[in-house]
């Protein structure tokens, strides 16, 4: 495995030098009963955690947390919790969470197979790859399979082995979703335009993501990829996975949870099960490492979010570091919001709050190069790039075209209902 050396945070070296100041207290968390004994559940396992639940166990509406749970995917962990803490829920939503609890056991095995097929498909091809997220983090973070609910299996390879790989994944039964354009003209050009394609396996229905990137812009994360260092985790007898290795999984779960506004509590729960299991030098080093990696603000408003909902201690230089910061305040304040915000509605049912998630990624890293290029990426439609495929040199006409390109659509859709 790669190792590096951390050269440190400049918030926190500043943090170190500086005089002690008062420091803000972390965002509060919002929420009804509901969500807060979801995310009670959500706490890396022990006494604090079981105390917690039988807290916020007291006065829960069981129907209003069951759709909690269920719109953060946290069945699993919390049936667990619930049965550590010795909370029993009312008979009906103790039936259904057992029930749930033993269909996502059963899926997380399904997926860890899937998985092991799957990459053992593309190390036989040749092909860099590692597992992202999946059974790999269950297995780091819980040390077992199944506790939430996933729906995908997400695979990294290099860029230059996107297509290598859509024939790997085509030869083991799966189909090219998303891009729609399944000509391999369409794919070179989406590799180039997008990270990730979504494949479905034609029996059973499993979905698998190709990701060639891990993010959306190359200014997060640079250099990091499937030929990054790596561990492996062992799920069972005879059953490795190999994913990112430590920091660098650590750094990106960061910038993914902050990308979706941490709108689910597993994202979180994830990564705060990594966390329990380090103490202050090892939270502090995966901090460090992360702004090393190129995370910009994400781990800071992550830790954050860990501390407010999840109980995890800071060390103090890292706590002062990050609670100065406005802009990972307001990432923290925004993904709070997402989580438990909107009377539990999705992200997609609540009036331009995926607008603000966007907007908000201007505020992932310090600095104007990073500003521009984020506002530039946003102001380009990938749809209009794939529809358009103009040539590199007229890459500044996709800004002047989207706006009528967009109204075209618009029209187009409102022309279908009228035909309808």
């Known amino acids: ?220 994360l640079p250099g990091l990829s499937a030929a990054s260092a790596w561990q492996t985790v062992s799920l069972s007898d005879g059953l490795a996975l190999r994913t990112l290795a430590p920091t660098e999984l650590f750094a990106y779960l960061c910038v993914h949870g902050a990308t979706h506004a941490w709108s689910r509590l597993k994202w979180l729960a994830d990564l705060g099960g990594l966390l329990a299991a380090q103490d202050d030098d090892g939270r502090a080093h995966l901090y460090r490492r992360a702004c090393d990696l190129g995370a910009g603000r994400c781990p800071a408003s992550a830790l954050l979010l860990c501390e407010a909902l999840l109980g995890i201690a800071l060390p103090r230089d890292v706590a002062l570091a990050i609670r100065g910061d406005a802009g990972a305040r307001r990432l923290a304040s925004l993904a709070l919001e997402a989580m438990a915000g909107g009377g539990g509605a999705e992200l997609d049912e609540r009036r331009f709050f995926n607008d603000r998630i966007v907007l908000s990624q201007l505020l992932f890293a310090r600095g104007w190069r990073f500003r521009f290029a984020e506002a530039t990426r946003q102001s380009v439609s990938l749809h209009d790039r794939m529809t358009l495929r103009l040539p590199p040199a007229l890459g500044f006409l996709y800004v002047l075209v989207r706006a009528p390109l967009w109204f075209w659509r618009r029209l187009g859709r409102r022309d279908g209902f009228r035909r309808s």
Request: proline share 7%; charged share 25%; net charge positive.
């Open 1 to 220: 495995m790669k190792t590096g050396v951390p050269t440190g945070d400049s918030n926190l070296t500043r943090a170190r030098s500086a005089s002690p100041r008062p420091v803000p207290p972390p965002p509060p968390a919002l929420g009804d009963a509901a969500f807060r004994l979801a995310t009670a559940c959500c706490r890396p396992a022990g006494p604090d955690r079981d105390a917690a639940v039988r807290a916020a166990a007291a006065s829960v509406d069981w129907s209003a947390f069951a759709r909690v749970l269920a719109r953060h995917r946290v069945e699993g962990l919390a049936h667990e919790a619930l049965r550590q803490a010795g909370v029993e829920p009312a008979p009906t939503a103790a039936a259904d969470l057992r029930r749930a609890a033993l269909e996502i056991a059963a899926d997380g095995l399904r997926l860890a197979a899937e998985s092991h097929r799957l990459q053992q498909a593309l190390d036989a091809a040749g092909l860099a790859n590692l597992v992202l997220k999946g059974a790999t983090l269950d297995q780091l973070a819980w040390g077992r399979l199944g506790l939430k609910r996933a729906w995908d299996i997400d695979l990294l390879v290099l860029p230059a082995d996107a297509a290598a790989a859509r024939s790997v994944l085509e030869g083991a039964g799966y189909r090219l979703m998303d891009p729609a354009d399944a000509t391999k003209p369409a794919f070179a050009t989406w590799v180039t335009l997008s990270k990730e394609a979504v494949f479905r396996k034609q029996e059973g229905g499993l979905t698998a993501e190709l990701h060639w990137r891990l993010t959306d812009t190359a200014l997060l």
